[in-house]
């Protein structure tokens, strides 16, 4: 369907209902930045510290603004020189609001936290002339939760609530490239399944609609990553790198709601753009004895 055919779509709905839950966005699943980290050899041990936002351009300067931020902890251990072992912890913190104007009564104030963990093993190696790329495949189980609460019109008093855990498995294949001493580029694809659970919310849209299917129904996304990494000969133990990368929702879902108007998959707002910077640490050399 195209981005005007949505708009329309969602301009008759607002129309015809009585409170604007339906017209609100709601994210309920936002990618956490992708452990793309290289050890090349038996015991090597590197970490990063990351800070990350996601977004989903759609709902940005027309009649919402949202803000999102969040920070990413990862490390790799090497446990020979083909098997490593991944860990991830990330929280975020987002904030989906409407812009306020005269004509605009479906004003809202949304706040989440999302947080989470993540475990993988897998394969790597390099190769070519002097080992200038590396494969990694990398597959992995992580779980966590996502929060919300708000007001969906600011001059109510009521406050709305959203609270799901999650369990997902992944699976990462990539190839990265040394292009010079100082700079490799990584491509990625995350292929990731998600079942959402325990679902607790006192919106009744989301009891009987879309959100509830959800929560019975696997959601697969696959993100595209671009991993860009620098490193400079005055800090030799640590690499600078930015991140960016793109999500998509492929489970189709074809919903009607409360009015019998038609929600699809393009109207479920997902964040769906991601970017990270942060500073990889070899944690191996930067403590070894001289």
């Given at each position: 369907m195209k981005k005007s055919h949505v708009r329309f779509l969602i301009g008759i709905c607002s129309l015809m209902l009585s409170s604007c839950f339906s017209t609100t966005p709601k994210y309920l699943f936002a990618p956490n930045s992708t452990n793309l980290i290289e050890v090349k050899n038996k015991r090597d041990l590197k970490a990063a510290f990351n800070y990350s936002s996601t977004r989903h351009p759609s709902n940005d300067g027309?009649?919402?603004?949202?803000?999102s931020n969040g920070i990413d902890v990862q490390s790799a251990f090497a446990f020979s020189d083909k098997i490593a072992i991944k860990l991830d912890g990330f929280?975020?913190?987002e904030t989906n609001r409407s812009i306020n104007t005269a004509n605009n009564p479906y004003r809202y104030l949304l706040k989440y936290k999302r947080t989470g963990e993540e475990i993988s093993i897998g394969y790597y190696k390099s190769f070519g002339n002097k080992n200038q790329a590396a494969l990694n495949i990398f597959a992995g189980v992580g779980v966590g939760k996502t929060s919300f609460n708000g007001t969906y019109r600011l001059d109510s008093t009521n406050t709305y609530f959203y609270i799901a855990n999650h369990t997902k498995l992944f699976l990462i294949p990539s190839i990265r490239l040394n292009l010079s001493d100082n700079y490799s580029l990584c491509l990625a694809y995350k292929i990731t399944s998600v079942d959402f659970r325990n679902l607790n919310t006192n919106d009744v849209e989301l009891k009987k609609g879309l959100y509830k299917?959800?929560?019975n129904k696997k959601s697969i996304y696959g993100d595209?990553?671009?991993d860009?990494?620098?490193n400079?000969?005055?800090m030799k133990n640590f690499k600078f790198h930015v991140q960016f990368g793109l999500s998509k929702l492929f489970t189709s879902f074809d919903y009607m709601n409360d009015m019998g108007n038609p929600i699809t998959n393009e109207q479920y707002q997902y964040n769906n753009s991601f970017a990270t910077i942060g500073l990889v640490a070899d944690i191996k050399t930067?403590?070894?004895k001289k």
């Open positions: 027309n009649s919402g603004r949202q803000s929280s975020k913190w299917s959800f929560a595209f990553v671009v860009n990494e620098f400079f000969e005055e930067l403590f070894k």
